[in-house]
């Protein structure tokens, strides 16, 4: 495209020239034209021969106001994760007193590596580092340096460290890099291969004299090469995984901050009830509880607005007129009402909401919290969470005799837990062991039976405790064809109705 204009450009001025009969300066000036024109074409062919540079900082080399790469974060910005901060103090010491540590002879940490799950503050934490050292920060992700053409991702990694050691003190951050850092012999990638090479080449020679940290994170560090986790590279290896309550607490202050809440909220009650979720949640929650309640034209953030922003993040958007056959509708409040009951009754977690109201692509929920957080969880309590699961489709079996594809959802949580029972967590007729994927793969018909007798045992259970309280099951369904959604408070009069004491957990 460019091309074609280029010369485009140069044709036209040339008949142009010929045309006015402009012959006599012409001569001069065409010949500029032409030349001005392969200029241009020569300029265009090596900028296009080059590799290209990826758009993030690897592409920012003539950046030349250092300050462009500076972060204003610091550990304020970050609730909870403590002790990671307190390990992290160290290595912003090197920073700070480099020459204290040199004189000791003491090197400098080469690399830290990040791991856990999504949103839990990975990135958050390397731009604190860069921030309380004021160091520059410079961002790369993983999937940044993956090309097909070989040696173009080993160019962008000598790109950026040379980056880094031009604007020391840096900090390096790779994000995702287990999209260059997989182990080698797992595949035979000529270009991730040379990219990873480059990195551990890098990351070996590179801390001299300059103050650079490389940190990287990832969601699978299983999946690492080992030399980048030698001593020497990643030298740090820090779980970074998801708040318990405490933590939401600090997280939601933080994201609360700049907002005006009125007296309904309580930011313990709502960190009780956001187990399991990340800071990236938590800070998705705070900010949806204000859009609601600007959409509601209120002038202070309320409760109401905070649990309709829970209900959004965690069972998804609401679909405004559903398109939910009657019969279809029945059969969800059944299914619905057949998880919260058994949940209740095996006290799985404080039901909080029941729905029949479709949201993202569940036709129907149950909201619910564990108590407090747990660390370690009994066989009993493994069984009964899948009976809870099961519980949906049990309804379906014993109210209408039939059952439907509304459990596909609950059937692959149950399947994986009984997965997990059997072959992680050492819990079924084959003994205390655990297996590997080889393992696994070999032995898959025995495997089989043995998930298949959890399940079929989880789904006993369920049933049996819904034939014995079917008419709660039925007061249940009814309710919410009727009403569409159950809160907690309405769910423990139902069953006081019916005298049901709640703690009949087996
Ligand atoms: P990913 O693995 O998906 O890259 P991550 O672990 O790098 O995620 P961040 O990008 O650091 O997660 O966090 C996303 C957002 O979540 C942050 O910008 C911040 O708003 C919020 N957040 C996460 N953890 C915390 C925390 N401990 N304190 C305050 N905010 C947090």
Request: charged share 30%.
């Amino acid at each position: 495209m460019m091309l074609g204009s280029i010369l485009f450009t140069a044709f036209t001025f040339n008949r142009y020239y010929a045309y006015m009969g402009l012959n006599r300066i012409g001569n001069i000036y065409r010949y500029a034209f032409w030349l001005a024109g392969i200029g241009l074409l020569v300029c265009f062919i090596r900028s296009k021969s080059k590799p290209q540079l990826a758009p993030s900082i690897l592409s920012s080399e003539n950046i030349t106001n250092k300050d462009k790469n500076k972060t204003n974060t610091s550990f304020k910005d970050i609730a909870g994760l403590e002790e990671i901060k307190e390990e992290l103090q160290e290595t912003i010491d090197f920073i700070n007193n480099s020459s204290k540590y040199r004189k000791m002879g003491a090197r400098i940490p080469q690399g830290v590596l990040f791991y856990g799950p999504p949103g839990t503050g990975k990135t958050l934490l390397a731009k604190a580092v860069a921030g309380e050292t004021k160091s520059t920060f410079l961002y790369a992700s993983g999937s940044e340096f993956v090309e097909k053409y070989v040696g173009v991702g080993a160019k962008r990694v000598r790109t950026l460290f040379e980056k880094a050691k031009k604007e020391a003190p840096s900090i390096i951050f790779i994000d995702e890099i287990d999209a260059i850092g997989t182990r080698r012999n797992l595949e035979s990638n000529n270009e991730k291969d040379q990219t990873l090479n480059q990195l551990l080449v890098e990351m070996d020679g590179f801390n001299t004299d300059e103050t650079i940290i490389v940190i990287g994170a990832t969601n699978r560090l299983d999946l690492l090469d080992e030399a980048l986790l030698r001593p020497g590279r990643f030298d740090r290896h820090i779980y970074v995984g998801n708040p318990n309550m405490k933590a939401r607490k600090k997280i939601l202050e933080v994201h609360t901050k700049n907002k005006p809440l009125d007296s309904s909220v309580n930011i313990l009650d709502i960190a009780k009830k956001t187990h399991g979720l990340s800071g990236a949640d938590l800070a998705n929650i705070a900010n949806e509880a204000a859009i609601i309640a600007v959409r509601n034209n209120k002038v202070r953030v309320s409760i109401d607005h905070f649990d309709a922003a829970i209900e959004r993040v965690l069972a998804g958007l609401e679909i405004k007129n559903p398109t939910v056959l009657l019969k279809e509708k029945r059969t969800i409040a059944v299914h619905e009402a057949g998880h919260a009951l058994v949940s209740k009754i095996l006290k799985i977690d404080m039901v909080q909401k029941i729905s029949i109201i479709p949201r993202g692509q569940s036709l129907g929920y149950v909201l619910k919290f564990p108590e407090e957080d747990r660390y370690l969880l009994t066989k009993q309590e493994l069984l009964n969470k899948i009976s809870a699961l099961l519980a949906g489709r049990a309804a379906e079996e014993l109210v209408f005799n039939e059952i439907t594809t509304g459990a596909k959802d609950d059937l692959d949580k149950a399947t994986d837990l009984a997965r997990k029972m059997v072959c992680n967590y050492g819990m079924s007729s084959l003994g205390h062991m655990a297996m590997d994927e080889e393992h696994i793969k070999h032995n898959y018909d025995v495997l089989r039976v043995e998930i298949k007798n959890i399940l079929d045992r989880g789904y006993r259970d369920a049933l049996k405790i819904l034939k014995e309280n079917k008419d709660i099951l039925h007061r249940i369904s009814d309710t919410l064809m009727e009403e569409e959604t159950i809160d907690s408070k309405k769910l423990d009069e139902i069953f006081e109705m019916y005298k049901k004491p709640i703690d009949c957990a087996t």
